[in-house]
């Protein structure tokens, strides 16, 4: 029962005019709850209203609390006909329900009506006084917080790590019900927004509920979002991180990463690390028999004992092969660490490794929603794993049993999870769903980025394991320890080049690294880092049910395919080796797929230096082509070298010492397939793929491919004093000062030419997104130095004829002067919780490994390099499920290396022809390296950039200068989870808003743009005033997570929907001694700086 | 092929103060956007035309919203829809309030009507100033005399607090409230060579020593600083003793001449000018009990004064001696009994008559 809600209506302002005879209001307020509605006095004939109501109380289940948001109508009196509604305001009062977060809501919403935006201002206090609730089978998980931060919030420290939670409530769109056709717009528009505000609370509820389950306290990496699929329904789906979280008590920076225990109960399926007890490789039961001990030969995924959800005419590749062998990891894993390193490591990994594994395995997916995480409990990364499948809706008969939704993110993840096993991981961390929908289909997509951890986050009892575990700790993990490959190298699941570690010459590393991530802090950079897209537009037919749901299967793999290789492609000119942050988004439309994978290219000093792009022409013979590919060359070389000057890129010179023979020994290379059917096939063809790491060679044989060389040189260079990316801060860059500017912008494109090409399309996306991209820098050019981060790019087809791009991302100023340099006190560089970085680089340099470069590194097949979308196009399957869907699922893997149409071609027999074309284009050469010489060079400079800077010098104290007068509290809002020379002191609840506006005079409103400029607008102002009202004064880790648009200009309409969430903190200055919270008016926020942007 | 909706929001809302001018100036997006390609923006950014466009485009629209809270700028500082750091909303209110002065020198004086406003292409015609930066200011002139007609309480003072504006606009604008409230006539071609300036500087005069609210018993009067004390103009017919009572004129004239003798070059125009001049300004104050000479003022003082004056060359500095001693001279007159009110009329026309008198 327990739980009493009181709420107060203090007085409104800048009411509309309601009555034209006497340009005045009557206002009336009514407070709704549930069912329960209380109503205030009319005020008569005001446009500033004080109603100093008295206490409206609510008692009402916390289930409800939770669920139920405070709906607040504004209404002006008339006496003869019916009262005017001037607008509403939704509370969600989830944020008093946990203790640790706001205690009281008290300020002024804006009144916001879905047809006229915001009309005027109320003043509320709302306050709930909760009874404690012991009963175990109550329905609701009060308390339990939740973070859209998808890091351990600053402020907390994590004693365990739980595990992935997700849950997914349907129910049917009333924009669909048959009452729409009779009812207004508006009472359409605000059944929807309440429906939705309903089905958050109690999609959160049900995950608190989870979470309390499994004995956590929160839930981090908190991911809600929505699918319209009109006719069909509404989905409403979350997924996150359970956690365990202590509050550190502000100031007192117990370093988060203290403990962080091992598989807990519920969590364990995790870790591969040390295991205290079992000192012996402890199989899990469900190990199939095939997974004996780890000899070089063992043939993997022998066994495909393929669990249900796939269909076993999957043609698999070797990723999804992997996925039906759970059981492949433990084994591979002893190889993997055995290969070089040094004893200590070996034996002791392996054990670790195996009782992660069975920690992790024992939980259904071992994900996580976050991308960045305490030092040490990311032991090594293997690759990006991703699923899409294509699904035909069909309408939820009974909103009670979201099973069919269910069931197909069930096999979404379960394919993530396997493609995870085959890279030798038993976890996936920066994971995410999303979907798109066109129409009755829908494409459902996962991805993340298989990966290690330490199992000590998962454990139960940290503080006994904490003794023993030191001693695994000692190796401590060095900063390159995420780069070193996770799997078998003699085993690989796909083929990749791999050197010795370039940090610690201990351990292998591959060439090239793609993760989903962030940066993990303690990882070494050259240089710094950049946001590289990936565009691609595929025309396809229109067509309708299940022909389009296989035309569109069809055509996903070949965009993964060529957006993976623009990505290689663009990295290499940017003499980058990893990408981190990878975001593959592909949009279906009417008559078109749209592509847009987004990452940030960095140079991690542990791995090897790319190679450059080499042009090879077709006919040789040909003098004039000849003269044409010499000067494309040229242009290449010339681009990769002002890019290397530009990110600074200047790896230690390391005299190349023969990485790899160029042929991969067949007994090796036997040794990668597993023994499927396609396999033998497969095996023969790799040969043509080997090569070397410098030669990556495009060959040009068709216009096609001269467009392709060409959209690669035609990514203008960020402008000077401009950084981008798409994580949250930017490699390289330490030293943020406190210019802060968060922003969105949204571009619709019409495309008026009815017979375009594949190439023209491309052409108009890649430009709209450059031109977007440059617009962007223009207008914030009053910022600079300044980097974007967390650029966060979403695409869709809204029509037919549309492309739309929406961007939200932050621009932060740093010092120029010091960018170079990490500084030493981190607490600068992030939220000030001291604790969350401890990124000192090991300066020492390894002692190499001696002997281990030369010797093994021969035998790495370095050559044959096998790109990831070869493996993903063999898993296009379809299977028909019950309500006649369709479902593909491709799996994104990994780094591929390089790519190489060749070995590619021919092994998709099916394909053959359809790629005939391409298949020669990109062609990995082979040209000699020479043999690396183990130069020092390296290790001075990255002393150089670790030099410890006096704190404070780069600090930027801006003065905080006050205007006075305002009495509007700055709220400042950011897609990332710090805010640069600040100290988030408390997290105050996630914000969680969905709007819908509309309009019927869109001319009026200055047309589209105007229309969704104010709209826009009108939300940032509404998530203002809720934090504000909350007491604080930023958001954190915002997202616009949903942006429909519609228009329909001829009737003079427009429709919007927008959902964003973010965190509500209270922070302060790093300068400010104590805490300052709650209002903190005016000029707090305003330095000058920040705002002055023009 | 088009874009067909472009739009960037900002948290802090952005505002570049040039793009803001061209806006206020009234150019539209096109011009504006060629302006500022003229101002080199592109070259210090590397950017193209259509990214200035598209700029050019979202500031504008970012003003048109804003522009409805400029009505009532106090609006501005607690609305929620956009943030902007308090500095920037008082440059906002500034500029927005601000106007041309050969703009308002058309207008000033005339009833702020639509009748008005619909000459309005005519002023712009004439001035070069856009019509729809025209039509700004005229509104502003309107919205703020209507405000502070309702007001009680020192006119600046009512302008500076309910439209945030700096001391020395609300100034401004006092003058021209006044001005329109008493309709001064000001647009003659006599009176052309007067600027706004030099007509504020009056107006200031004006309120500060002849309206109701100058004599301070009480501040909290409707049109305080707006209307002309009627007692006091009233209690000016008593000075017409000056002119009519011929001892009275001769002894003043003397008393003047005496002072004046061989001070100045012009010596000789003065003493003969003395009873025609001396008529003038005393028949000016006598009148301005007629709502229509009251008027005419500035034309009067212009014509009865400042033009014989100048015919004869006087120098500023001629000019302010002789009304020094022309004001002094009166106290000294044992018959002369209407010391206060002398004073407070020759004050205020002393220093509008300087202000007036451009060499």
Redesign the interface.
Known sequence: MPGKLKAKIVAG??LPVMDRASDLTDAFVEVKFGNTTFKTDVCPKSLNPQWNSEWFKFEVDDEDLQDEPLQITVLDHDTYSANDAIGKVYIDIDPLLCSEAASVISG?F?IYDTIHG?RG?INVLVKVDLFNDLNRFRQSSCGVKFFCTTSIPRCYRVAMVHGFVEELVVNEDPEYQWIDRIRTPRASNEARQRLISLMSGELQRKIGLKVLEMGGNAVVGYLQCFDLEGESGLVVRAIGTACTLDKLSSGAAASINTHMHPNTAPASNACNSPSKDGKEPVFTEDLPSSSGPPTPFRALPTTSSSPPPFSPSKPCSRQSSSSDTDLSLTPKTGMGSGGSAGKEAGPLKTLLRQQTQTALEQREFPFFTLTSFPPGFLVHVGGVVSARSVKLLDRIHNPDEPETRDAWWEEIRQEIKSHAKALGCHAVVGYSESTSICEEVCILSASGTAAILNPRYMRDGCLDIGSSDHRFEEPSPPSCGFCHIPYDELNMPFPAQLTYCYHCRRQKVPDVLFTTIDLPPEAAVTGQGCLIQARLCRLKKKAQGEVNATAISNLLPFMEYELHTQLMNKLKLRSMNALFGLRIQISVGENMLLGLASATGVYLTALPAPGGIQIAGKTPGDLSNEHHILAIQKRINDTIAKNKELYQINPPELTEEAVGSPIPEPRQRSRLFRSHSESSDELSELDLSHGKKDAFVLEIDDTDAVEDIHSLLTDAPT??GFYSCNTEIMPGIYNWTSGL?????????????ANLTNQGLNK?FTDLCE?LL????????SMIPCCLCHLNFTVAVPEEE?I?VAVTAVAMTFDKDQSQEKPGDRAMTKGGSENEEQLQFPLELCAESTSANNQPSAKIPGTVSLLTPAAKIYQNHLITIPPAGLQESTNVSSRAPSVDYGSFADRCSTWLELLRLKAHTIRRGSVKTSRRTQSLARSVSSSERCSPLPEGRSRSLRST????????T????TPLSFLPGTRIVKYLGIINMFFIRETTSLREE?G???F???F???V???V??HVAALGGNAVVSYSMKECV?MENPNKNQAQCLINVSGDAVIFVRDTDQEATPAQMN??QT?N?G????? | MSVELDVFVGNTTIMDEEVYQLWLDGHTVNDAVKVRMEGGVLDECEASADVLLSDTMDQYRTFQMCERLLYSPAKLANQLLFQIPPHRQAMLIERYYAFDDVFVREVLGKKLSKGTKKDLDDVSAKTGVTLKSCRRQFDNFKRVFKVVEELKGPLVENIRQHFLLSDKLARDYAAIVFFANNRFETGKRKLQYLTFQDFAFCAGQLINNWTVGAVGENNMVEDMDVDLDKEFLQELKELKILITDKDLLDQHKSLVCTALRGKTKAFNEMEANFKNLSRGLVNIAAKLTNTKDVRDFFIDLVEKFIEPCRSDRWTAADMRIYLTHYHNSAHILDTFKHQVVWDRYMGVVKSCIFKMYHD
């Open positions: 302002r800048h002024w804006p915001i201002e402008p000077t500017q968060m922003f969105t912008s949204v571009r619709v494109f019409r495309l008026s030419n108009i031109n440059k617009s962007l820098y223009f207008k914030l050019r549309l739309q200068r006050s205007f006075g007068g305002s009495s509007v700055v709220v400042k809002m200055g589209v743009s105007g969704l400029h104010s826009i607008a009108e940032f102002a509404m203002r005033a648009f005016t000029g305003c000058s920040t705002d002055g942007a023009t």
